[in-house]
């Protein structure tokens, strides 16, 4: 008798179980399609709207570097060229913020 019982718990149980985990998989496929609704209709815009705006980033550095920072630096190359060439021929060489007439092992500073 005692078996029988137990026999017909456990059917209930495992029905009751069985029960509670269709619920859960009901729920998790509600959720797993209300996420893939989420990524079809959110996400995909924001990643196409962040690919247009890295493109337009590409484009303006592009256009920075061409016509802005490149003749900056020629610039800065010619000038610190030429500024070379005038203490070069006009202004003595420097070694170590020294004159090339002061002598490397004069220590006799007045």
Known sequence: MALATAKDLSI????????????????????????????????????????????????TASFMGDRVVQPVVQMASYTAGAGQVIRTLFGGQRRNGQTANTQEGDTNHE
């Not at 962040?50 to 493109?55: K, L, S």
């Open 12 to 59: 209930i149980f495992l029905a009751l179980e069985s029960i509670v985990v269709l619920v859960f998989l009901a729920i998790l496929i509600v959720q797993v399609t209300r996420l893939v609704r989420l990524l079809r209709e959110e996400v995909v815009p924001i990643l196409g709207a962040t690919q247009e705006t890295v493109g337009a980033v590409r484009g």
